[in-house]
DNA sequence: TCCCGCTTGTGAAAACGTTCACCTGCCCGC
DNA sequence: GCGGGCAGGTGAACGTTTTCACAAGCGGGA
């Protein structure tokens, strides 16, 4: 869509999610413009950040003003691909996969969970949001959904995620902690929260080794 | 507790609770011996990223033999500081919080949720896994969590974020999609769905813009 | 005991991402 | 319509992370 197979670096996208939802408030707060700077918003973001990741995509900006919001906003939703609604396949109505179709948050950003997958005889059949929980071996008559989400048990997930692969998904959101394989073309992204305690528990173990208020370790 | 005061790579410290993970599997497996290579198991690591991140650190390997399995893993425990328990505070007793509390492989891990507080009537006095929540009025009185959890919806994030750092915590774990100001010292990590979601759909638009088998966009 | 194949640990090189610095363009006030 | 200040775009410098490549160490077999 923009050169000829240019790739874009991970974090530049993290942050034009960021700027996106910063984007959002400020055109719901009824600003007009805003500057790099301010898009920035928070320290770890310079503004010289802002304008390269920007420039990658186009020149949305103009000197001396700074972007127009309702036009940039418009732009990053065309580039992450939010001008459009995705179908997903859930698979697992578990305490995740509940939570995930409880979200507005995610109809809101046009993300439809088309179809949810379960394998346990007491969620089959039950209504979750507005969906009815199908058995896990109906995974494969599904048809037309361009995403799927993994919310299932770790010893199911590469399994699942064959299904899901079978049933022609081009992007699988993984919630069990496990690297998964699939084929080329396919994107994969996880979501673990496991890592995040763990790295969280390695920084508070760097900075004071013990216990606040406590003798020895 | 390395060398005076060196800083280590997120990413480094991410491969490290992968590597800890693969780890624990292989010795469940009764594996003695593991090299690097086994180790990275999946394509997107090299076999010299693995010695290189576990370089910093120290030197676990024998050479023409690998890692023993059982002694590299306690070092990386200890590393990462899982050789120990942490106190957890969680706020917001929803799906996602319900999801944590209801997740055994935190505590397996070594995190303890010692206390959970809402703001709803309906929720507060209400058991949840094995605590009662509380009122968010009582998280000031709470004391010796070392790490805290944010559930709650976006507008509640700042103000939670900050009862959490006066009652003491030096770490959050923050799941609502907004950038949080902390003062310096204080750990954040943040977790967000949103932006997975925006990524894959980033990838996927531009891989192949229009929907499989069907007509126009 | 000595050699060979295997695998680590690690400097050096390469790739990648971020920041700097400056030029350009634009608006506004005079 | 002219000048000053503001702010975006961008090549180059910089710093960090990853990869490369190889010497060094180890075990096992002859
Ligand atoms: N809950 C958390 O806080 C949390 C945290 C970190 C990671 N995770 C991971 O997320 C995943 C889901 O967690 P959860 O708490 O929702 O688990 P859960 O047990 O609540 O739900 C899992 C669901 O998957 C279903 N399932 C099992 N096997 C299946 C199969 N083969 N096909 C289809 N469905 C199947 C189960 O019936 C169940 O409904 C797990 O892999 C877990 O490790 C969860
Ligand atoms: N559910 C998801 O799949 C999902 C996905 C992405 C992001 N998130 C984010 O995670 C957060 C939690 O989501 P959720 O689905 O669990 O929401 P939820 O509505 O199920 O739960 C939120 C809980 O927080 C409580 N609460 C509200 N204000 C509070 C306050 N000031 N102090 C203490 N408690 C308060 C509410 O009573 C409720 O119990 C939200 O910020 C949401 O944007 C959720």
Redesign the pocket.
């Known amino acids: 869509m923009t050169d000829p197979m240019k790739?874009?670096?991970?974090?530049?996208i993290r942050?034009l999610s960021h700027y996106y939802r910063v984007l959002e408030e400020v055109h719901a707060e009824g600003q007009r413009?805003?500057?790099?700077?301010?898009?920035a918003e928070r320290e770890?973001?310079?503004?010289?950040?802002?304008?390269?990741?920007?420039?990658y995509f186009?020149?949305?900006?103009?000197?001396?003003?700074?972007?127009n919001v309702e036009h940039l906003r418009t732009e990053i939703r065309a580039i992450l691909g939010l001008d459009r609604r995705w179908r997903v396949a859930l698979v697992g109505a578990g305490h995740i996969g509940a939570a995930l179709l409880a979200y507005r948050g995610f109809r809101d950003q046009g993300f439809d969970v088309v179809a949810v997958f379960d394998s346990s005889p007491e969620r089959i059949g039950k209504t979750l949001g507005d969906v009815v929980v199908q058995d896990i071996a109906k995974l494969p008559e599904c048809e037309g959904a361009e995403m799927g989400v993994i919310a299932t048990p770790v010893r199911a997930a590469q399994e699942v995620a064959d299904m899901l692969v079978a049933a022609g998904v081009r992007g699988i959101l993984n919630f069990a902690p496990r690297k998964l394989r699939v084929p080329e073309g396919i994107t994969l992204r996880n979501v673990d929260m496991t890592m995040e305690f763990e790295s969280l528990s390695f920084v508070l173990s760097q900075t004071r080794g013990k216990p606040r208020r406590r003798a020895g370790e």
Chains 1, 2 share one sequence.
């Open positions: 790739r874009f670096s991970e974090s530049t942050r413009m805003i500057s790099s700077h301010l898009l770890d973001i310079t503004s010289a950040q802002v304008r390269k990741d920007l420039s186009g020149s949305f900006g103009r000197r001396g003003l700074g972007y």
